[in-house]
């Protein structure tokens, strides 16, 4: 158990969490010493897994599926691709915006799936060329689509990703730092264990404030307002401007105010990995966060 428990985003199935805490770990390590000259050792940084649980039993070192615009699912997954779509072309001047005028309509079932694969792509073409995705296979970005509607859709994913956090808190654990998807999960996780002695949750490159995320949260936004997660004190959101899975990058006007106030939201440049969870540990604006909390922990 860590006094820092770091959490994972999406596409990481096939590491693992001692793999992670070498990379992730040393990188937090890192950003906490050069911003603050806090020394802190390897045992106080753990890492929660839960890549697993998207892995189908037997396949752990199997190939992604042939997935293209045929297999992106009509609701979330469509609506996940068009809003990194609208952000990339936000972003990028040579990438056209999507379609706006969607493929429903009075077209029989059929017809409608060939408009909605037509549609995906040509977003998946579009977010190819964005120097954000370009990195990425249009078989991942699909992945990487299915696991956030997998996570949102599932309740037997959702129990084990956060079952995957909860085996990593410990009596000394006072932060937790997520990514991605990772953040949602320790959102959620911590909002349903109020009683744990987390009191620093730090969220980096996160989707929490994205529509089609925020309305499928749990416990479920009131009045267009997230809960506070649990019994944390502070909340500290950093997000890069450029991250194309961090659409909304202020969370200080979609959740409810804690114990310290609205999460304090920060702004970095992580250069052309916007959304690297290990860019986001080193950056001084991360680490800072995390030392405030285990400064501000009971010794």
Not at 34 to 44: C, T, W
Not at 140 to 159: C, F, S, T
Not at 284 to 296: D, I, N, R, S, Y
């Amino acid at each position: 158990m860590g006094r820092v428990v770091l959490v994972h985003g999406i596409a990481q199935q096939f590491e693992g969490p001692e793999l992670l805490s070498l990379r992730l770990g040393a990188a937090l390590r890192d950003g906490v010493r050069l911003a603050s000259g806090m020394a802190l050792q390897p045992d106080d940084v753990a890492c929660a897994f839960y890549g697993d649980v998207f892995v189908e039993p037997g396949s752990r070192s199997g190939d992604l599926p042939p997935w293209d615009e045929h297999d992106v699912v009509d609701g979330l997954e469509a609506d996940l691709l068009a809003a990194w779509w609208r952000r990339a072309a936000e972003l990028d001047d040579g990438v056209s915006p999507p379609d706006e005028e969607g493929t429903r309509g009075p077209a029989g079932f059929a017809v409608s799936r060939l408009l909605l694969s037509r549609w995906v792509r040509g977003a998946l073409n579009a977010l190819s060329e964005v120097r954000f995705f370009q990195p990425v296979s249009k078989r991942m970005l699909v992945a990487e689509l299915k696991q956030v509607r997998r996570y949102m859709d599932e309740p037997q994913v959702r129990r084990a990703a956060r079952a995957a956090v909860g085996d990593q808190i410990g009596a000394d654990t006072r932060v937790l730092v997520a990514n991605s998807l990772g953040s949602v999960v320790a959102y959620e996780t911590l909002c349903e264990n109020p009683g744990w002695p987390v009191t620093d949750l730090v969220t980096v490159g996160s989707p929490l404030g994205l529509p089609v995320v925020f309305r499928r949260l749990s416990p479920l936004p009131v009045e267009g307002r997230g809960a506070w997660p649990g019994g944390v004190v502070r909340w500290t959101n950093v997000a890069d401007p450029g991250d194309v899975v961090a659409l909304v990058g202020s969370l200080a006007s979609r959740f409810v105010s804690g114990p310290a106030g609205l999460v304090e939201d920060r702004t970095i440049t992580n250069g052309v990995r916007m959304h690297d969870f290990q860019r986001y540990l080193t950056a001084p604006k991360t680490a800072t966060a995390v030392a405030a909390g285990l400064q501000a922990a009971p010794a």
